[in-house]
């Protein structure tokens, strides 16, 4: 009886030795934005050594962000600059081309008057129109409908007399398209007149010749001021 006692006594306690061991109880802590894994075994220190290698990294790739963000600014404020400066010099170059003279916008019409009736008397007014756009093919009514009155239109002269206008403030740069109408005192209009172009203005006129020159002594220029030299002290 002892001995089996024995037997099981000594079987419970081969189970127990025969059983698995726990592993380590890992404690995780978090400090901020750095993580630290605590190991309860003499390899502690190695766990510390991870983690403290993971934190590295990752300050190394913020500071490459940062650095790359700087550099991503610097670019942005080059681009700026450079489009300030190309404008500055469009506007400039524009200012330059658009130093027209009034007689560079300016278009003088003129044309034979005609009568009261047809080519009898004399008619009672006129009205002239204007555009940047020419007549789609015969479609002259919707032209004018779009066009620009011309003002200042001179009163109709003798049947046979010759009557113009001067028409102000064109584009030099584009083509104009006239086209006139005359009325008799009811108003009966007259049909749609010719079209007349008056093309991109070219500058062919040169400034006038100078016809004052002389030679003469130049001008006594204002003496320029200058500072009293300072004189050095002997040293003691």
């Given at each position: 009886?002892?001995?089996?006692?024995?037997?099981?006594?000594?079987?419970?306690?081969?189970?127990?030795?025969?059983?698995?061991e726990?592993?380590?109880?890992?404690?995780?802590?978090?400090?901020?934005?750095?993580?630290?894994?605590?190991?309860?075994?003499?390899?502690?220190?190695?766990?510390?050594?991870?983690?403290?290698?993971?934190?590295?990294?990752?300050?190394?790739?913020?500071?490459?962000?940062?650095?790359?963000?700087?550099?991503?600014?610097?670019?942005?404020?080059?681009?700026?600059?450079?489009?300030?400066i190309?404008?500055?010099?469009?506007?400039?170059?524009?200012?330059?081309?658009?130093?027209?003279?009034?007689?560079?916008?300016?278009?003088?019409?003129?044309?034979?008057?005609?009568?009261?009736?047809?080519?009898?008397?004399?008619?009672?007014?006129?009205?002239?129109?204007?555009?940047?756009?020419?007549?789609?093919?015969?479609?002259?009514?919707?032209?004018?409908?779009?066009?620009?009155?011309?003002?200042?239109?001179?009163?109709?002269g003798?049947?046979?007399?010759?009557?113009?206008?001067?028409?102000?403030?064109?584009?030099?740069g584009?083509?104009?398209?006239?086209?006139?109408?005359?009325?008799?005192e009811?108003?009966?209009?007259?049909?749609?007149?010719?079209?007349?172009v008056?093309?991109?203005?070219?500058?062919?006129?040169?400034?006038?010749?100078i016809?004052?020159?002389?030679?003469?002594?130049?001008?006594?220029?204002?003496?320029?001021?200058?500072?009293?030299?300072?004189t050095?002290?002997?040293?003691?």
């Open positions: 009886m002892q001995t089996a006692a024995a037997l099981e006594r000594a079987a419970r306690g081969g189970s127990r030795a025969l059983a698995p726990r592993g380590p109880r890992i404690d995780h802590r978090s400090t901020g934005t750095r993580h630290s894994s605590c190991v309860s075994t003499p390899d502690s220190s190695k766990a510390f050594r991870i983690s403290d290698a993971g934190f590295s990294m990752q300050a190394r790739f913020a500071s490459h962000s940062r650095s790359r963000g700087g550099g991503e600014r610097i670019a942005r404020v080059v681009a700026r600059a450079f489009l300030l190309a404008g500055c010099l469009f506007v400039s170059a524009g200012a330059a081309r658009a130093q027209a003279t009034s007689l560079d916008s300016t278009a003088t019409l003129l044309w034979t008057a005609p009568g009261d009736d047809g080519t009898a008397g004399r008619a009672t007014r006129y009205e002239m129109r204007f555009r940047g756009a020419p007549i789609a093919g015969a479609d002259t009514a919707s032209w004018w409908s779009s066009a620009a009155i011309v003002s200042g239109m001179p009163a109709p003798a049947a046979g007399a010759t009557d113009s206008v001067t028409v102000r403030g064109l584009d030099p584009l083509t104009w398209y006239f086209v006139l109408e005359t009325a008799d009811v108003p009966n209009w007259s049909n749609f007149s010719n079209v007349a008056r093309g991109p203005y070219v500058d062919l006129v040169p400034p006038a010749a016809a004052d020159l002389v030679a003469g002594a130049v001008p006594n220029r204002p003496a320029m001021a200058t500072s009293p030299r300072k050095a002290l002997p040293s003691r």
